[in-house]
């Protein structure tokens, strides 16, 4: 399946942590995990519009690795994998 954001929203595939010590593996419950706040984006809107109707480009594009507030977005499944539709706004930069 396909999905393509609108406006100025991004789907990103987050970024699980590995939850491991120096000395062996830690396996914790889910509720006890973090939430992750690195993902891939996987796709972009075309931008939002401003006061006068011009597109405003966005600074993401697809392939980019970027950190995101903790709480940001709604996370959707597609095809049995865990997405989060976010607006670009609740990216916090971009990872090099």
Known sequence: M????????VLVEPIEQEETIA???LVLPETAKEKPQQGNVVAVGAGRHDED?????????AGDKVLFAKYAGTEVKIDGKKYLIMKE??????LE
Do not use: C, F, H
């Open 23 to 25: 000395g062996g593996m």
């Open 53 to 61: 109707g011009e597109r405003i480009p966005m600074d993401v594009k």
């Open 89 to 94: 706004a609740d990216i916090l930069g971009i």
């Open 2 to 9: 396909k999905i393509r954001p609108l406006g100025d929203r």
